[in-house]
Structures are given as structure tokens and as C-alpha cells.
Nanobody, 114 residues
Framework: RLVESGGGLVQPGSSLRLSCAGA?????????VGWYRQAPGKQREWVAS???????VYADSVKGRFDISRDSANNLVYLQMNSLKPDDTAVYYC?????????WGQGTQVTVAS
């Protein structure tokens, strides 16, 4: 399974860094990892992904503001979020995929408000 952390309440324009940790048998370096978010009353949407080779892709809504990266030594994937907007408010989830196997974390709340 996965464990997300780093969420919180911040003002517009601020930054946060979310972490996704592999737990148990998951060596996160061997998985492609994606970040998703779900705002109240909305469907879960994809935010960003990083391949095992380190190739990152982003949703248009976050491109240029968010950065996904790996910390292989610590079995982590980060989502650095800059220039946060109220529309970024959501529960953020990470998902790890390898072949037919996938695992989700429990989510971490990000609230952007003044």
C-alpha cells in the first residue's frame, strides 16, 4: 500500500510538497506512480505521473506549477505544488502501477483559501 502526507491549509500563491511513500512490499521505484485529486462533488482527476524511468507528464491545469519527482533512496515520490489556487483544493491520492497490479493511498487533504 501507499501512504500520502504533506497536505494542509495554505493561502493562494503558496507552495506545498506532498509525499507518497511505499509501504509493506511496495518498492516504489519499480512502479509508475501517479497523483490524482478529488474535489468535493467532483470526480477524481489525474494530476501528474512519473514513469520508472523518470519521465513526468502533467495535466494542463497544473503544468508549469506542479513538479513530480522520485526520491529513490527513501522509496518516495513527491508532488511539489507551487502557485496554489483555490481550485487546487481537493483530497490528493497517489497510485502505483506495475503490470496488472495497482495500489492507492488513503489521500491527503489540500485546502487553498484566504
Amino acid at each position: 500500500r501507499l501512504v500520502e502526507s504533506g497536505g494542509g491549509l495554505v493561502q493562494p500563491g503558496s507552495s506545498l510538497r506532498l509525499s507518497c511513500a511505499g509501504a509493506g512490499s511496495i518498492v516504489i521505484n519499480t512502479y509508475s506512480v501517479g497523483w490524482y485529486r478529488q474535489a468535493p462533488g467532483k470526480q477524481r482527476e489525474w494530476v501528474a505521473s512519473i514513469s520508472t524511468g523518470g519521465v513526468a507528464v502533467y495535466a494542463d491545469s497544473v503544468k508549469g506549477r506542479f513538479d513530480i519527482s522520485r526520491d529513490s533512496a527513501n522509496n518516495l515520490v513527491y508532488l511539489q505544488m507551487n502557485s496554489l489556487k483555490p481550485d487546487d483544493t481537493a483530497v490528493y491520492y497517489c497510485k502505483a502501477v506495475r503490470g496488472n497490479a495497482e495500489s492507492w493511498g488513503q489521500g491527503t487533504q489540500v485546502t487553498v483559501a484566504s
